[in-house]
């Protein structure tokens, strides 16, 4: 089903209670959202999925109107959500910078969207816990969750592309949560947006242990946000899980997912569309059969249900929806 704000904190106090991680997945398309709601329903998992502001422009076409793709992607997600009962997706606003303070604002007050994330990062820290906190007052009073962002996370991601990588200092997460009041914040800990290898980063468990502990310690305990996680392997999330870790986003992976997916269907079936070597057009016939997009997008659909059948199995999320008995 489609959990609003309220439904999702407890889906993240549940988690965090009990450290299992909450896999946020990235969508533009139905395709996708049909894939992942599916996935996240085949395993009763709870879940996340979650839209960038170019996943809304792109969602919208040509006018490339944020507030028409946030209505189109929102929509799509509650009424595929809400075929199933064995558990159930929010739906996020993934790194709104502060440009795009209205398109939250928004989201929020039409009820498109359970929970936001505000990404002021790159402001002076001062001005970042100013902005995030005008945001978790609006959000709050309609029940929407809010994420936060402590530290440069290097890499490309949407718009948004960082060359540094400033990692999370511990005392500014507490002074950050306690003075923004935000539910979860993303913290720099040596993972990178885009496509790099798990193996090649150098996660920062200690880090993530260090400002988790710190929250705890002063009664402010909240969920941190893995971005940039695509890449990680098993043993990463499940590492960074159990120190503190709540939501681990997912948008690369699923991407290659599709790409692949998709892509040896058509190195296998090519020649339903497009004659052979030495056969002209006008003895070519194709093979409708085969090029219908329902027979080739599915396999991308396919692919993405599986990744994420296999996240939360490695997350711990499998089997725990709010909504199983
Ligand atoms: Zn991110």
């Known amino acids: 089903m489609f959990y609003s704000g309220k439904e999702l904190k407890k889906v993240f106090d549940k988690a965090k209670k009990e450290r299992y991680g909450i896999i946020a997945s990235n969508v533009v398309f139905d395709n996708a959202i049909r894939g992942l709601v599916q996935g996240y329903e085949a395993q ?4 996340l999925l979650q839209m960038s502001a170019g996943a809304m422009k792109y969602a919208a076409g040509s006018t490339k109107n944020v507030e028409v793709g946030a209505q189109l992607i929102s929509s799509m997600t509650k009424i595929i959500a809400n075929q199933y009962k064995n558990s159930g997706v929010g739906l996020h606003i993934d790194h709104a910078t502060p440009n795009y303070f209205d398109l939250v604002v928004y989201c929020i ?23 995030s906190a005008e945001v978790v007052k609006i959000a709050h009073k ?7 962002e402590i530290g440069y996370i290097k890499g490309a991601e949407d718009e948004i592309v960082s060359d540094t990588q400033l990692y999370t200092k511990p005392e500014e997460a507490l002074e950050y949560v306690k003075k923004t009041n935000v539910d979860l914040f ?5 993972t990178n947006h885009g496509v790099t290898k798990g193996s090649k980063v ?11 502990d710190l929250l705890i310690k002063n009664n402010v305990e909240r969920g ?5 996680a695509s890449g990680l392997t098993a043993q990463q999330q499940i590492d960074a899980i159990k120190n503190g870790v709540v939501k681990i986003n997912k948008d690369t992976r699923y991407q290659m997912e599709i790409a692949e997916a998709v892509c040896r269907y058509w190195l296998k079936e090519a020649d339903s569309i497009i004659p052979p070597n030495g056969i002209s057009d006008d003895d070519f016939q194709p093979d ?11 396999k991308g659909e396919d692919a993405m249900q599986k990744a994420v059948e296999e996240l939360v199995q490695i997350s711990g999320s499998a089997g725990n929806s709010i909504m199983s008995k």
């Open 186 to 190: 993303a913290a720099s800990v040596g």
């Open 224 to 228: 941190i946000v893995l971005h940039g």
């Open 142 to 148: 309609h029940g929407v969750l809010v994420e936060g």
């Open 202 to 212: 150098t996660l920062r468990i200690d880090l993530i242990k260090q400002i988790d």
């Open 288 to 298: 409708k059969k085969r090029f219908d997009p329902r027979k080739w997008i599915v």
């Open 44 to 47: 009763k998992s709870d879940g």
């Open 109 to 131: 007050e039409n009820g498109l969207v359970s929970s936001v994330m505000i990404d002021a990062s790159h402001e002076e820290f001062e001005e970042n816990i100013r902005i």
